[in-house]
Antibody, heavy 122, light 106 residues
Framework: EVQLVESGGGLVKPGGSLRLSCAAS????????INWVRQAPGKGLEWVSSISRNSDYIYYADSVKGRFTISRDDAKNSVYLQMNILTAEDTAIYYCARVFPRIADRGSFDVWGQGTMVTVSS | EIVLTQSPATLSLSPGERATLSCRAS??????LAWYQQRPGQAPRLLIY???NRATGIPARFSGSGSGTDFTLTISSLEAEDFALYYCQQRSDVYSFGQGTKLEIK
């Protein structure tokens, strides 16, 4: 089964850090770009960051630029999101999503994980 | 930054009716537009990519149209499971999502 599974969410104090992981299974991981998308409670979807295959192209939303870092380890079929200097506005469910089609640097998101909740609160 | 504006914010219809959802871009995105469905407590699901192509496993009652700045998602005859949130997304300039349309049962 093609699957993405996020982990690493939790409760963190303002100004703190958290590292999210997205583990892929059921498909050949390395040719696919992967994105992080978040959804604050009761709100819409917000794209956060994107990493292409080979990590050639990396993009961030303005709201997280300079604070978040995306990376990938193809040997572990995983993508990571290092989140620093967290604020209450970062509280959200964080989803990872696969880009379709294969080898495209940008595309539609055809496979999504179930999400991991990040809560920033004192 | 490309801003996507979806309308209406809420659409109230009955099963069997036709639904028409709109998405307008602040500048041309060509046909680099996708539609997603999100049911409560679930992750989004890709419905339509590149404006008019149904994703794998999506029923034929879902169709997309448009190019440039104006796009439409049409559900020809609503079924109970179609009442959900719908988002458009562009990939012309990195990515952005619309604010969503809630399709509710009348």
């Amino acid at each position: 089964e093609v699957q993405l599974v996020e982990s690493g969410g939790g409760l963190v104090k303002p100004g703190g850090s958290l590292r999210l992981s997205c583990a892929a299974s059921g498909f050949s991981f390395s040719p696919f770009a992967i994105n992080w998308v978040r959804q604050a409670p009761g709100k819409g979807l917000e794209w956060v960051s994107s990493i292409s295959r080979n990590s050639d192209y990396i993009y961030y939303a303005d709201s997280v630029k300079g604070r978040f870092t995306i990376s990938r380890d193809d040997a572990k079929n995983s993508v990571y999101l290092q989140m620093n200097i967290l604020t209450a506005e970062d509280t959200a469910i964080y989803y990872c999503a696969r880009v379709f089609p294969r080898i495209a640097d940008r595309g539609s998101f055809d496979v999504w994980g179930q999400g991991t909740m990040v809560t920033v609160s004192s | 930054e490309i801003v996507l504006t979806q309308s209406p914010a809420t659409l109230s219809l009955s099963p069997g009716e036709r639904a028409t959802l709109s998405c307008r871009a602040s500048q041309s995105v060509s046909t680099y537009l996708a539609w997603y469905q999100q049911r409560p407590g679930q992750a989004p699901r890709l419905l339509i990519y590149d404006a008019s192509n149904r994703a794998t496993g999506i029923p034929a009652r879902f169709s997309g149209s448009g190019s440039g700045t104006d796009f439409t998602l049409t559900i020809s005859s609503l079924e109970a499971e179609d009442f959900a949130l719908y988002y458009c997304q562009q990939r012309s300039d990195v990515y952005s999502f619309g604010q969503g349309t809630k399709l509710e049962i009348k």
